[in-house]
């Protein structure tokens, strides 16, 4: 049977509401580097890296970096559910990092939104580096917290004095700044400030450090997408993705050899350094 006029039904993609997605392999590639990065952040960190570059192929870095961080904001949750009962026993600690976390990741947002595209380019391939460098030397950075807050065998090893919290209400905002504005290792920086306030049990801050995370992206996700910068298209199938990614990734971490996933992180994180101050710097692939 023939039929008349155009009879292209639109296999090849598919509209839902104002948003059209390109079933190409492209777009594949983006759903399946989300994945990656659910799965990553659920059990070493690191997986931003993954999902920022492959959207920063598709859309210019300030854009890729706003995607990303909604894209990352619904899988944070995930990570944390293995960790709630936890969180009921230290809430109000919770409650009193809650604020610096949320107000340093807009303010780090609102100094994005204000960077000039051409400068954020020019910073990227440091903030990368940066990134990796604080996952090279994560253990040595640890063993030098260790040395600076030695642990106490009385009782009250794990109590926090008044210039603790000072401490950990200020640079809690600074590592929510730097989250708001890329965000990459974040959680090893909470990790390295609960240490030195004086939180001795790594149940307790993995705990506090992913719902904070969470805070962190979804305030910085807020901003950007008021700002116009989230591509919706992209961030909503691959939030999905990554949320599927973590919660599978959480259920085999007992089977996952963590010093191997890092080592990978690292590799593919250094690679991505080089390829970035290449590409926005030395005007290799441009």
Not at 68 to 93: C, D, M, Q, V, Y
Not at 119 to 125: A, E, H, K, W
Not at 203 to 228: T, V
Request: glycine share 10%; net charge positive; with cysteine.
């Amino acid at each position: 049977m023939c039929f008349a006029g155009n009879t292209d039904l639109g296999l090849s993609s598919y509209q839902i509401s104002d948003f059209r997605f390109s079933m190409d392999w492209t777009f594949l590639l983006l759903l399946a580097t989300a994945f990656i990065a659910g799965a990553i952040n659920a059990v070493a960190g690191g997986g931003t890296l993954f999902s920022f570059t492959a959207l920063s192929l598709h859309m210019n870095l300030q854009h890729a970096n706003a995607t990303n961080s909604a894209l990352l904001t619904p899988a944070s949750i995930t990570s944390g559910l293995a960790f709630f009962a936890e969180l009921r026993k230290h809430w109000r600690r919770f409650l009193i990092l809650a604020l610096p976390s949320a107000a340093g990741a807009w303010a780090g947002a609102v100094f994005l939104v204000s960077t000039s595209e051409d400068l954020f380019r020019r910073v990227v391939p440091f903030l990368i580096l940066f990134a990796v460098l604080l996952f090279a030397f994560k253990d040595h950075l640890m063993t030098i917290v260790r040395r600076v807050r030695p642990q106490s065998a009385n009782a009250n090893a794990d109590r926090i004095s008044l210039g603790g919290w000072v401490w950990g209400v200020v640079f809690q905002f600074v590592v929510a700044f730097y989250g708001g504005y890329f965000g990459a290792g974040i959680g090893i920086l909470m990790i390295s400030s609960f240490s030195l306030m004086g939180m001795r049990d790594m149940h307790e801050m993995n705990a506090l450090k992913n719902p904070l995370a969470f805070l962190m992206n979804g305030a910085a996700a807020l901003k950007y997408a008021l700002g116009g910068l989230v591509h919706w298209e992209y961030a909503l199938p691959m939030a999905a993705c990554a949320i599927i990614g973590g919660l599978i990734s959480a259920r085999a971490s007992r089977r996952i050899n963590q010093l191997y996933l890092r080592r990978f992180v690292i590799a593919y994180g250094a690679v991505v350094a080089v390829y970035m101050f290449g590409r926005f710097w030395l005007g290799w692939f441009s």
